[in-house]
C-alpha cells in the first residue's frame, strides 16, 4: 500500500486539525478511499497512488493557506477542496488592501489616510520615515508591513530595535540579565507580532533570529541584508546613533524609522537624532517621508484629547 507523509512545521497541529478533529474528519469525508491518520505533528495517509497525488496537492494548498492566513475552518477547507485549481481559489480568497492575515484570522490594514500613504511609501521608497504621537499606528503598521515582507520572501528576516533610553526608569535596577531587563521595554513590540503571527511560529522564528528584537547599541559593525528593519521610538536616538544606524543598510533592505518627537527622553542640550535626519534626508531621492497627527489615533476616543491638550500647553510655551 502506498504512503505519504505530511510534517507541520511551526504550525500548531490543534489550530490545523481543528476542534475534535473536526478538520481532519472534513478530510476524510472528502478522501473515503485513503486511509488518513493525525498524530503529533504528522498526517498519514495510504491508499491508491493517484488518489495520493491528489491529496498531497490540496494539503499543500491547504498548509499554505493556514499559514497565510493563520485559520482554518469547515468553509475554507471545503472551497480549497472543490476548488478547480490554485489559481481559481486564490482568486476567491483574495483581500485587497489587507496587509496580513494575523492570529485567528484577524485582518489587519492601514485604517486612516496617513497610514495607507505610509504603505504606499514604503512601497517606492527602501527607506521611510514615519513620525507622529502616539497611538497613530507607526510601529504597528510598520511591522505589519515586515511581516508581509517575510511572508512574501521579499526579505530573509526582521529586525527590530530601539535605543536603549531609560524613560524615567532605571533599567540597571531591575532583575535579571540584559534580555530580561529589556524584554518589558520591548513588549509593545512583541505585542505587534503576537497580533499577526501564531505563537509557535513567533518563537521559532525567534529562536532562528528570523525575527531579531534588538537594542540599537547591537546593531553597530553589523550589515543588515535581505532585511526589514524597523527603527522604534527613533526620537531617542542621538546624532552618532542615527548615523550609525542608517549606515547599516544593506543589499535588499527596507528601513523604517517611527518616533515621536514629542516624547524625547534624552538628556537636556542632546539633539535629537530624529529630528535631525527628518531635516539632513528631506531632499534625498528614495528617502519617504509621512506625517501622522491626531487624526490617525485609534485607541481610546480619550487619547486624541489627551494629545490635543497637552499640544495645546506646548503652543503656549
Known amino acids: 500500500m502506498n504512503e505519504i507523509i505530511i510534517e507541520l512545521t511551526d504550525i500548531s497541529p490543534v489550530d490545523f486539525f481543528g476542534l475534535q478533529n473536526a478538520n481532519i474528519d472534513l478530510l476524510k469525508k472528502y478522501f473515503p478511499k485513503l486511509k488518513i491518520v493525525a498524530r503529533g505533528t504528522r498526517i498519514k495517509a495510504y491508499g491508491d497512488e493517484e488518489e495520493l497525488t491528489e491529496f498531497d496537492k490540496r494539503m499543500n494548498m491547504l498548509l499554505e493557506h493556514f499559514v497565510t492566513y493563520n485559520k482554518l475552518d469547515e468553509n475554507i477547507m471545503e472551497r480549497v477542496l472543490l476548488s478547480r485549481s490554485k489559481d481559481d481559489y486564490k482568486t476567491s480568497v483574495s483581500s485587497g488592501d489587507v496587509l496580513v492575515h494575523g492570529v485567528s484570522g484577524k485582518l489587519i490594514k492601514a485604517q486612516t489616510a496617513n497610514q495607507r500613504k505610509l504603505v ?70 512583541y505585542d505587534a507580532l503576537r497580533d499577526m503571527i501564531p505563537f509557535e511560529k513567533l518563537e521559532s522564528y525567534i529562536e532562528k533570529e528570523v525575527i531579531q528584537i534588538a537594542p540599537l547599541a547591537f546593531m553597530r559593525g553589523r550589515t543588515l541584508d535581505n532585511a526589514f528593519v524597523i527603527l ?82 506646548e503652543n503656549v510655551d
Open 120 to 189: 504606499q511609501l514604503m512601497g517606492v521608497n527602501d527607506m521611510v520615515f514615519a513620525v507622529g504621537p502616539a497611538g497613530t499606528g507607526k510601529t504597528y503598521t510598520g511591522v505589519a508591513l515586515a511581516v508581509k515582507a517575510l511572508k512574501s520572501k521579499e526579505v530573509k528576516r526582521i529586525i527590530i530595535t530601539r535605543p536603549a533610553v531609560e524613560a524615567g526608569e532605571n533599567l540597571g535596577f531591575l532583575p535579571g540579565d540584559l534580555k530580561e531587563k529589556l524584554d518589558p521595554y520591548m513588549q509593545p513590540l
Open 232 to 313: 522604534d521610538e527613533a526620537q531617542n536616538t542621538t546624532h552618532a546613533q542615527m548615523k550609525m544606524f542608517l549606515t547599516r543598510m544593506g543589499k535588499n533592505a527596507k528601513f523604517m524609522i517611527t518616533g515621536d518627537p514629542g516624547q524625547i527622553d534624552l538628556p537636556r542640550r542632546v539633539i535629537s537624532g530624529l529630528k535631525e535626519a527628518l531635516l539632513v534626508l528631506k531632499e534625498v531621492d528614495g528617502v519617504g517621508m509621512v506625517y501622522l497627527d491626531d487624526k490617525d489615533v485609534l485607541r481610546h476616543r480619550l487619547v486624541k484629547k489627551v494629545i490635543a491638550a497637552y499640544k495645546n500647553i
